[in-house]
Each structure stands twice: as structure tokens, then as C-alpha cells.
């Protein structure tokens, strides 16, 4: 069973362009979450989502950003008109169901660098 | 407002020792969850321990296991014969039940000497 996938796992961009990062669940798992690391400091929650739905966006900054999660296919995060403030690892994390406690399991993260 | 806080920034300790990583945290809600996570160098995120919070008996993995003390928020972690392996970032981090949000501290960074 492959664990969370995620791609690119570097990705370079100038500011005001656009980034997308891609997050493919383990087999079975129906639960998404993204994770933002700046350097230095530990991992924020950003988003929750399952098939079709946003479940939590607490996290997630009011502008440019957004996520997806389709019925079909990976789990996009978007960061639109990127500034250098965005540059940090994005981490996707995915879990088979999404009451009580179940353990998330983290893919190997993003790390987004903006010139 | 829901805090972890781990007053350590960096450790060391020689390979077979013991060390002991702290970590507090903040919250009035009373049934919740506590973890500890690994991230080596290659940043994989790695469940290292996790524990209840009804529980009163501390959780143990190995050479890994936890101080909790519930009423002091408290939640430290014990390394026993200590791997170089084992040189990483550890961050403490708990979930609310029911709210599936992980909040993390700011990490450990840990070095385990030959």
C-alpha cells in the first residue's frame, strides 16, 4: 500500500505566479488535511476536506489561497499570486475516516520557494 | 486558544543515554489526544507515540515513552539507548476529539552523538 503522494516536491516560483501542489490519499483513505511548515517553526493546520467537501478551512488565509478535493483524482492546494511570505513545505496528510481520533499519515511534503 | 509549547529548541545526547524532551500545552477542553512526531532530515512526518487523554497509564513504544501528567498539562518524552538514528526534529502536538486539526509546537531538534 503506497503511502501519501505528493508532487512536485520542490517547486520554484517567481512572485505572482501561481502554485499548485498535489496530494494523493493512501488507498482507501477518503480524509485530506494540509499542513503549512515555515522554516523554523512547527506545522499549522490549514484545511480538512473530504470527497467534494471542506470540511475545516481555519487555517487556511482568506486570499489566494484554496483547496480541492475531487470526486476523482488528487487533492489540489492553489496559491494564487504568490508572494515570498508563502515560500515554506506544505505538507498533506490523509486519514481513513474523519471522527474521533484516527491517525493522519503525512506524505513527504512540498517545499515551495518563491523568488 | 489551543497552545503547545516546548521550551527546548535543541538537545543532545550520547548514543546508548537516555534524554527527555519536554513539551506543555494548552487547552480547556478535557478529552483530546497527544502525539509525538518525528521529522528526520529527509522531513517525512513520523508518528513516533500518541496517547489518550482518559488514559491515566502512560503510553510506551519501544524506546520511546511518555511522562503524561494531566492535570499539569504536561506531556514529555523519554528516549531510551539512544540511536543515531534517532537525530531529528521532534515536535509534540495534540487534536481536540472530534476536530481531526493536529496543533503542533515548534519542535525539538535533537542530536544523538556516537
Known amino acids: 500500500n503506497a503511502g501519501v503522494m505528493q508532487n512536485p516536491r520542490h517547486l520554484v516560483r517567481r512572485r505572482g505566479q501561481e502554485a499548485r501542489l498535489r496530494c494523493s490519499p493512501m488507498?482507501?483513505?477518503?480524509?485530506v488535511y494540509w499542513y503549512r511548515q515555515l522554516p523554523e517553526e512547527g506545522l499549522k493546520f490549514m484545511v480538512y476536506?473530504?470527497?467534494?467537501?471542506?470540511?475545516?478551512e481555519s487555517g487556511m488565509p482568506k486570499e489566494r489561497f484554496s483547496a480541492e478535493f475531487p470526486k476523482e483524482g488528487p487533492s489540489i492546494l492553489r496559491i494564487q499570486q504568490v508572494v515570498r511570505g508563502d515560500s515554506a513545505a506544505y505538507f498533506c496528510?490523509?486519514?481513513?475516516?474523519?471522527?474521533?481520533?484516527?491517525?493522519?499519515?503525512f506524505g513527504p511534503g512540498t517545499r515551495l520557494t518563491v523568488l | 486558544a489551543q497552545t503547545v509549547t516546548q521550551s527546548q529548541p535543541e538537545m543532545s545526547v550520547q548514543e546508548a543515554e537516555t534524554v527527555t524532551l519536554s513539551c506543555t500545552y494548552d487547552t480547556s477542553e478535557s478529552n483530546y489526544y497527544l502525539f509525538w512526531y518525528k521529522q528526520p532530515p529527509s522531513r517525512q512526518m513520523i508518528l513516533v507515540i500518541r496517547q489518550e487523554a482518559y488514559k491515566q497509564q502512560n503510553a510506551t513504544e519501544n524506546r520511546f515513552s511518555v511522562n503524561f501528567q494531566k492535570a499539569a498539562k504536561s506531556f514529555s518524552l523519554k528516549i531510551s539507548d539512544s540511536q543515531l538514528g534517532d537525530t531529528a526534529m521532534y515536535f509534540c502536538a495534540f487534536m481536540i476529539l472530534n476536530t481531526d486539526k493536529l496543533i503542533f509546537g515548534t519542535g525539538t531538534r535533537l542530536q544523538v552523538f556516537p
Open positions: 476536506l473530504q470527497k467534494e467537501n471542506i470540511i475545516d
Open positions: 488507498k482507501g483513505h477518503s480524509h
Open positions: 496528510a490523509s486519514s481513513p475516516t474523519g471522527t474521533q481520533y484516527n491517525e493522519q499519515f
